[in-house]
């Protein structure tokens, strides 16, 4: 029934339109004969209905149902609409003249007629859905008091399409543009005026009385961004911005739903484009697993995997809160893919065996790894077990079980380590480099820099921090961080696993540092505070482990160019089988026994680049540990 009910709802306008526009080509067709025909000396009588108009009817008709003139909405008409009608117009004269050609050899037909047909038909069908369309957009102007006025800083493209999102939603009362192109001075846009500059935002904001101010400049980079929204803070007026492309069509937001400007926006790169086409060849209808999965980096590289194709994906987690929760969040979004949830560590043996036989992975994603740099200094013997020796049991079993590619997700601070984590890390890198057999897995290792937003980053702590009042916390004024999405972080790792190398380490051009310093600043002014002013900015120095700025590059590895213009992909060098294998059974038994120090004199021979950072001999029952010089070397 209520099927029916619909079909009678939606089909009854349906019909209208239908009926009005064989009335126009009723109107058409007759007079332009009417006027041809009116000209002569003696003007022909014309019979209203007849073969020759319902031949006509018919045609144009049936031309007007196929081309899709009746799909569309007469309240969003525009001028693809427009270009619609007169493809229709022009096939419909085709069609009308084959018909009557075969019917009467086309007597009594005016040439002059249908050359103007098309032209004619193409206003006479437009000008009603324009007039409709523009009758709406007036309705919707009456607005209550209560609707928000809005001055918009932009008068482009997205400019104009939000004027008339915001017009449907009746919360929100454009009232102007601002804009920097002299060209647009004074102009009318959508029918509200270009008021002025950007700069102008703090005196015609007084004097247009608005509520909000929106951003809709899409196309600006990060400097030209901050200072947009300096102007904006200095106005005391509330700013927002318009979604970006990306949450639009993940659904993640609607074009009227207006955000809030973040951190991101305001990052000194440009977001990196994949190669959907080459990541869906690889990953369509493929099996993969992820362990970590409940992780920041985990969780989103399922939700990427489930996105671009993946028949089945296998979580591998140890914590029961978070394997459900990203389990639950999938089955939701993506309901149609299989999924196999495994609650325990990956670094079990048992574990992964069972994981691999259940889920027959053809690709393996190791995102499970602690990644804390102050922490790890002083818990080294989990360092080790967690990001070394787990990769080992990972590695071996994928390979084993005839995985066909092995992903590890790896960090800048591998190179030319410093601290416990980019030293285990490197090790990771270097004992999939040791599994590697041309005839069995593709061991592939993915680097990159800070994730913004992710567990435990700094983009979280300062927003605690300034949420409370302050102070924020950073370490030094030079300290620069390399930064990117977690979104293009696991678009990232799925670029490089598509690429195809046997065996390479993966880098992102990441474009230039970002200095600590001027994200927490930035971050303060977006809380609506003054840095130094509503909150302190507290210099507390380095902390063991840690480097004034990072580096993405090793010197002795070759980079060079692959199909995807911001990744380069790096030779790696060469490591001894035998001798990795010997390091990890020393890490193994000094892991087993607990003894610290057996684990950093290892862990130092095992990574010829380790250069720890000075620190102060431990006190008595502290956990940090004090590394021994270097004494041999794994490098062939």
């Not at 009227?256 to 990953?283: H, T, Y």
């Not at 620069?480 to 195809?500: K, V």
């Amino acid at each position: 029934m209520s099927t029916w009910k619909e079909r009678f709802k939606y089909g009854l306008p349906r019909l209208a339109v239908i009926l009005h526009d064989l009335v126009m080509v009723w109107v058409c067709w007759q007079g332009l004969h009417y006027i041809r025909y009116a000209l002569q000396p003696q003007p022909l009588p014309l019979e209203p209905f007849s073969s020759t108009v319902l031949i006509v009817l018919v045609a144009q008709g049936l031309v007007s149902w196929q081309v899709g003139l009746y799909r569309g909405l007469w309240r969003f008409a525009s001028v693809p609409d427009l270009l619609n009608i007169f493809k229709a117009s022009l096939i419909g004269l085709l069609a009308v003249v084959v018909g009557l050609f075969f019917y009467s050899r086309l007597d009594l037909v005016s040439r002059a007629a249908l050359l103007l047909y098309p032209f004619v038909l193409t206003l006479l069908l437009g000008a009603p859905r324009l007039i409709f369309r523009a009758w709406k957009d007036q309705r919707l102007l009456r607005l209550d008091d209560s609707a928000e006025r809005v001055l918009i800083l932009g008068a482009g493209q997205a400019g104009e399409a939000l004027v008339r999102d915001l017009r449907r939603t009746g919360r929100y009362q454009p009232v102007g543009f601002l804009d920097d192109a002299v060209a647009l001075r004074g102009t009318r846009l959508q029918g509200l005026p270009v008021l002025g500059k950007i700069d102008d935002v703090s005196r015609i904001a007084r004097e247009t009385a608005v509520q909000l101010l929106v951003i809709a400049m899409p196309s600006l980079d990060a400097t030209a961004v901050r200072r947009v929204v300096g102007i904006c803070e200095d106005s005391g007026v509330p700013f927002r911005t318009v979604p970006r492309l990306a949450d639009l069509l993940e659904g993640r937001s609607m074009p009227w739903q207006l955000k809030e400007v973040v951190i991101e926006d305001l990052l000194g790169r440009q977001p990196v484009s994949p190669d959907w086409k080459a990541i869906r060849g690889w990953l369509g209808g493929r099996s993969v697993l992820v362990t970590g999965a409940g992780g920041s980096i985990g969780s989103e590289l399922c939700r990427q995997c489930a996105r671009h194709g993946a028949r089945r994906i296998a979580l591998l987690e140890m914590d029961e809160l978070a394997l459900l929760t990203v389990e639950a969040n999938l089955r939701r979004d993506f309901p149609d893919i299989e999924y196999v949830s495994v609650l325990g560590d990956c670094g079990d043996p048992a574990v992964m065996r069972h994981a691999l036989g259940l889920a027959e992975p053809d690709a393996v994603f190791h995102a499970a790894a602690y990644k804390q740099v102050p922490l790890l200094q002083r818990q080294l013997r989990e360092a080790v077990r967690n990001n070394v020796l787990t990769t080992d049991v990972v590695a071996r079993t994928s390979r084993d079980a005839g995985v066909g590619t092995f992903v590890l997700i790896s960090t800048d601070k591998a190179v030319d380590p410093v601290n416990v984590l980019g030293a285990t890390k490197r090790l990771a890198e270097m004992l999939c480099q040791a599994q590697v057999d041309h005839r069995s897995t593709r061991f592939v290792t993915v680097r990159f820099g800070n994730v913004l937003d992710s567990a435990g980053s700094v983009v979280p702590l300062f927003r605690e921090q300034i949420s409370r009042g302050g102070p924020v916390t950073v370490t030094d004024p030079e300290v620069t961080r390399y930064f990117m999405t977690i979104p293009e972080a696991c678009q990232l790792i799925l670029q490089a696993s598509a690429i195809g190398a046997q065996q390479a380490v993966y880098t992102l051009d990441m474009g230039e540092p970002v200095s600590i310093r001027m994200l927490a600043e930035q971050m303060i002014r977006l809380a609506g505070k003054q840095p130094g002013r509503d909150v302190a900015i507290e210099y507390i120095g380095l902390r063991v482990g840690e480097k004034l700025h990072e580096t993405l590059f090793h010197v002795d590895e070759r980079y060079s160019a692959t199909s995807h213009p911001k990744i380069l992909q790096a030779m790696p060098r060469g490591v001894s089988s035998e001798r990795i294998e010997l390091a990890v059974k020393a890490l193994r038994e000094a892991s087993d026994a607990y003894d610290l120090e057996r684990l950093a004199a290892a862990l130092r021979d095992a990574v010829p680049e380790f250069n720890p950072a000075s620190e102060d001999e431990p006190a008595r029952n502290a956990t940090v540990v004090a590394f021994p010089a270097r004494r041999s070397r794994l490098n062939s």
